[in-house]
């Protein structure tokens, strides 16, 4: 298994355009989680989703988009990039079901750098 | 959400046992406390995870009182390499309601030589 894989890795923005970061598990989880880790900052949740067409806003869901047609993909859409959307992303799942004892799976991360 | 509360850093030296200690004074019935590790660019791992008493696995001991209002993760000997950020995180039910994990600010961990 891949586990959780997200592209690109590293992306340049002009303010005002968009663009969508991409999320993949391998391990048929249902849920699926998108954070944002500020510098020197904890994780903020902005999206998740508890399986295919159904997802829910977390902390910091303003400026973001999500949509969830498979179980395998949960991809976040930027509309309307701004500088404080700079950060770095990262995508999580647990499978569904799951004792409160699962544990999160994380991508390795999209640094985000909006101009 | 149960919220946790961590030091925000520590500084230690190479061979010496660490604790950090998360505080979660709200924390539920059905809440576990799971602790990740993260190092400079990557995402969040797996360190350990306990409902009362005490765990221990090959890499931290766990440590949580009768009250399980905090709890304390333990490395022994740590290293270098042991230099992250750690994050308590207590956990609700995972159902079909969905999951809503909540990181705080972590606990910058700095291994001096």
């Known amino acids: 298994n891949a586990g959780v894989t997200q592209t690109p890795k590293f992306r340049i923005l002009k303010i005002g355009q968009s663009m969508t970061l991409q999320c993949t598990q391998d391990?048929?989880?249902?849920?699926m989680y998108w954070y944002r880790q500020d510098p020197g900052m904890g994780l903020k949740l902005i999206y998740y989703?508890?399986?295919?067409?159904?997802?829910d806003k977390g902390e910091v869901p303003n400026g973001y988009n999500v949509s969830r047609s498979t179980t395998e993909d949960f991809p976040l859409r930027l509309e309307l990039a701004a500088p404080s959307q700079t950060s770095v992303y990262f995508c999580?799942?647990?499978?569904?079901?799951?004792?409160?004892?699962?544990?999160?799976?994380f991508g390795p991360g999209t640094r985000l750098l909006v101009l | 959400l149960a919220k946790t509360t961590q030091p925000i850093s520590m500084d230690s030296y190479e061979g010496q046992e660490v604790n950090i200690t998360c505080s979660h004074n709200?924390?539920?019935?059905?809440?576990?406390i799971t602790w990740y590790q993260q190092f400079p660019s990557q995402g969040p791992r797996f360190i350990i995870q306990?409902?009362?008493t005490k765990v221990t696995n090959e890499v931290a001991s766990l440590f949580i009182p009768a009250d399980r209002k905090s709890s304390t993760l333990s490395l022994p000997r740590v290293s270098l390499s042991d230099t992250a950020v750690y994050y308590c995180?207590?956990?609700?039910?995972?159902?079909?309601?969905?999951?809503?994990?909540?990181f705080g600010p972590g606990t910058r961990l700095s291994v001096l030589p």
């Open positions: 709200n924390i539920a019935t059905n809440d576990y």
């Open positions: 989703s508890v399986g295919a067409g159904i997802t």
């Open positions: 995180l207590v956990g609700a039910r995972v159902d079909n309601y969905g999951q809503n994990f909540v």
């Open positions: 999580a799942s647990i499978p569904w079901g799951a004792a409160p004892r699962e544990t999160q799976y």
């Open positions: 391990m048929n989880h249902n849920y």
């Open positions: 306990g409902y009362k």
